[in-house]
């Protein structure tokens, strides 16, 4: 194996341990709360720490990267996460835990910036697609396992976080075996001032930002509420976290395909094709809710729909960007990926406390319809390199 190979594979198994943690994270301290009376406003606002973090981090990040490369951000941010989910056991509070929730989002948002960073600037464009989402599938991967280890907490509350926090620090200490590197150099425009910087990257590739807000809206409000909306409507725990489980299992197993055929077709059609496809699942699945079995079907099938929107995304940004600006790319479509995800939960709290029995996926549904839209509307077509 090759350097770069053992890099990227490297990369690839931080990531998935990363979304384990968020996989577990999101669902086990919903349930937590949902068992201990707290309101479902407050169980989402609580939820919204994690992405609070990754937008309070998010204007700083950047430089640093460029000044001292991207191995040293990965260890500074996996070493918040390891010692923030140790610390969950400790002190059960609901600000305790929101703190330590952000904390998790600034070092999370550490890991994944330098991470697809790291890759989308040394990788090839007709390569990219497939690279890229390996990176989304082993993310998958792991948030898909996430949830099946909430049921541990009826052992012990403090044994999920256990887990996780020992997994982590497995990971994060491979992260020692790769050599530093830095980004390209900025040139030109580029080069005078940060907000310089984004507004050329927004002009660039606005549209690939959308992507990201997708799936930080999916992620969040599917893991932090629907348990509490599906717990409501009596289903089962364990089968809760399958149905959970079963979305990210549809995502891992599109995301080689559908990042291969955007390399072929152009990252736009199959955004388009899967933000449509997955509005029209969730809202077949608000009529079959009844049915535990099929509403995991349903699951199943629109994780194979958006589940890759992240990586397809942060490939269409790259189509769009000249390189120079592909870390303010990446860091944008961090702050869209937050941004959707602190929407999530926090419209999906004031949903659930309105209509606390009815069409939660309705909500998911009208905003996939919305931003497909938006793509169709004023979307260009990236250039493609086969």
Known sequence: MSYNQRRFLILVIIVSISGFSQGMLLPLISVIFEGDGV????????????????????????????????????????????????????????????VLRMLIGIGDHALHFSTQTWITSTTPTHKLGRSMSIYGMSFGLGFAAGPLFVPL??????????????????????????????????????????????????????????????????????????????????????????ILAAFSIGAITMQFPLGALGDKIGRRKVIIAGLVGGSILFFIGNLVESSQILVALIFLIAGMSVGSMFSLGITYMTDL???????????????????????GPFLGGLYLQKFPQDGFLILVSSMLLAVGGIVVLFGKRAKVTV
């Open 153 to 242: 907490v009826k052992i012990s509350e403090s044994l999920p976080f256990i887990v996780s926090s020992v997994l982590c620090l497995v990971a994060w200490s491979l992260v020692f075996f790769v050599k530093n590197e830095k980004p390209e150099a900025l040139v030109g425009d580029a080069n005078e001032t940060g907000f310089t910087r984004y507004k050329l990257a927004i002009k660039y590739g606005w549209v690939a930002f959308l992507p990201p807000f997708v799936y930080g809206f999916l992620e969040s409000s599917l893991n932090a509420l629907f348990p509490v909306y599906a717990l409501r409507k009596e289903f089962d725990l364990e089968f809760v976290s399958i």
């Open 321 to 343: 960007t000249p390189k120079e600006l592909l870390p303010t790319g990446n860091l944008l479509c961090g702050i869209f990926f937050s941004l959707g995800s602190l929407s």
């Open 39 to 98: 309101s479902s406003t407050l169980n989402g606002l609580n939820a919204t720490g994690l992405y609070i973090g990754t937008l309070l981090i998010s204007p700083f990040i950047e430089q640093p990267l460029r000044k001292y490369g991207y191995k040293p951000i990965i260890v500074v941010g996996g070493a918040i996460v390891f010692l923030s989910l140790f610390l969950f056991p400790f002190w059960k509070s609901v600000m305790f835990w929101f």
